[in-house]
């Protein structure tokens, strides 16, 4: 009964056919596809998706709409609301820093809350397509740059706030160094 015979020959045909059927069995519950058949349609989690898949109603392209964002956006982050704070972000900003570690940065590294509200002020129109938001907090003015894109208004760190986004570059040990914090 070697592989020269007839029952050798049935023999590597079985085989050859459960390898088959294992191997189609692989590509079916990975979501790929075999020679010459179209890829399958790969499975999608909505949760888990990030932040520049995410996506949102459309924001007016008004200042009135800006005013209103920009207050929440600073109520948010003064209330802790660290995911939605970054889900306002643009894209740029975004690439500095995930989601999951500015989150862990203001949860582990807490500023210290003022007890005074924001307040937004105004907004003016600024230089290719930036928008400037200004606030008020405990007497202190301070202006945030905000774009228009994609239907949505985002804050940008990076000209907003530029010494926070070199810290948010910073591996975690070195920003809290830098910040001053002692997570335990």
Known sequence: MGPGTAEGWLTQRRVAAAVA?????????????????????????????????????????????????AQVFNTDYDSGRYGAVYDRWDARSQAIISRAGYIRRHVECPTAPTGAPVRVAGVTRGQDGRWLVRYVVEGSQSVDTWFYLEH?????????????????????TKYAAAVGCHPQ
């Open 21 to 69: 059927g294992v191997l189609a069995a692989a590509w079916a519950l990975t979501g790929c596809s075999g020679p010459g058949e179209p890829a399958a349609p790969a499975a999608r989690s909505v949760t888990a998706a990030p932040a520049a898949t995410r996506t949102y109603p459309p924001d007016p392209r008004t200042v009135a709409a800006l005013l209103r964002i």
């Open 152 to 172: 949505r208004w985002v804050f940008d760190i990076i000209l907003s706030n530029p010494g926070a986004a070199a810290e948010y570059r910073m591996p975690f």
